[in-house]
């Protein structure tokens, strides 16, 4: 009988890598969508509704034995936007967890964002996900991952400034030499199965990256692409004013058009931020079955195309 999990997330970048590996894995689960645009088969379910729709939120978690709460937005205009899907979903996802007979072990998908919660609009939210959950110590196994900035197939965020790369140029936004870390999605993923796999439950708040000591700068990518490559890559600085101006002309249009933005006044802070690295350790001594394996060298140059 295949083990089940629930998850949250399921139709966006890592969830979607996720289900597929625990799929081949065997593994039963049972994903929330927005959209019923897909059909159940044998190894998987779907559960139509939002974070906001508790009933969904019910019928996803009934009698699980795990849950992975994937689901967030990573875009938006106001903080309220943020507040509403990354604070408010959790609690009702932890509120419908709460009503089972027996607590399923959690496992959070927060971000390295939550570590700087000052910078954006985005990090503050993700932040205070991670505090709703902690707030449930004595009635849950929780566990939180802060990736870094995550890359592989189905990126969308990442894969620009590779393609960019590509093409000979690098905009730099804040210092040349600020640091941060990397890891493949496949890495975040195994590092979940470990997690489901694990034998004793692990409570804690654990950072990944791909373990390259000290990180990535955009000094250092530029090294590696033009290594790879065999051309000259250029990196060109976008001037802070030029920048945080283009990030708040696009805020107030994105109000305007009703788009949700990407590129907003908090996104440079955190873009500018000169520390994303992350140390392993930790979540090393806790998941011993788990190591990054994916370098970006090895897989830099099929980014550019999955
Ligand atoms: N990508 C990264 O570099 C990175 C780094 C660190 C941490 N993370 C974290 O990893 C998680 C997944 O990120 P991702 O890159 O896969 O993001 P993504 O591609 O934007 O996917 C987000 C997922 O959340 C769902 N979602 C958003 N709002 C929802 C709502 N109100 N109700 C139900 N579902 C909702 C989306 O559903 P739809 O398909 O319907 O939109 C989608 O399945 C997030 O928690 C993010 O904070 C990502």
């Not at 890592?14 to 088969?41: E, H, M, Y």
């Not at 700087?116 to 205070?128: D, I, M, N, T, V």
């Amino acid at each position: 009988m295949p083990k089940l999990v629930a998850i949250t997330g399921a139709t966006g970048f890592i969830g979607s890598v996720l289900i597929k590996k625990l799929i081949q894995d065997n593994w039963a689960v049972r994903a929330l969508t927005r959209t019923a645009r897909f059909s159940d088969d044998e190894s998987i379910q779907w559960i139509v509704g939002d974070l906001n729709n508790l009933s969904a939120l019910h019928r996803l978690v009934d009698s699980v034995p795990y849950v992975i709460h994937c689901a967030a937005t990573v875009r938006g205009n106001t903080f309220q936007e943020f507040a509403q899907t990354n604070i408010e979903g959790t609690k009702n996802v932890l509120r419908a967890v709460s009503e089972q007979q027996q607590a399923p072990r959690f496992l959070l998908i927060s971000s390295l964002a939550a570590r700087q919660p000052e910078l954006s609009w985005y990090a503050r939210s993700k932040y205070l996900s991670e505090q709703v959950l902690t707030e449930q110590s004595e009635k849950l196994l929780w566990t939180i991952f802060r990736p870094t900035a995550v890359y592989g197939p189905g990126d969308k965020e990442l894969k620009p400034l590779f393609q960019a790369m590509h093409r000979g140029l690098l905009p730099v936004v804040g210092k040349i030499n600020n640091r941060f870390g990397l890891i493949h999605v496949h890495d975040l993923v195994a590092a979940i199965q470990v997690w489901l796999e694990s034998e004793k439950a692990v409570q804690g708040i654990f950072e990944l990256d791909d373990g390259i000591s000290g990180g990535y700068s955009y000094q250092s990518l530029i090294a590696l692409a033009q290594l790879l490559w065999n051309r000259p890559v250029r990196g060109v600085r976008i001037p802070n004013l030029l920048i945080r101006n283009v990030a708040l002309a696009n805020l107030w249009l994105a109000r305007i058009l009703r788009y949700s933005a990407m590129l907003t006044p908090g996104k440079v802070n955190e873009l500018q931020h000169p520390d994303w690295v992350c140390d392993n350790t930790k979540i090393m001594n806790a998941l011993p079955g788990w190591q990054p394996r994916i370098l970006l060298r090895d897989v830099l140059s099929e980014t550019l195309t999955t």
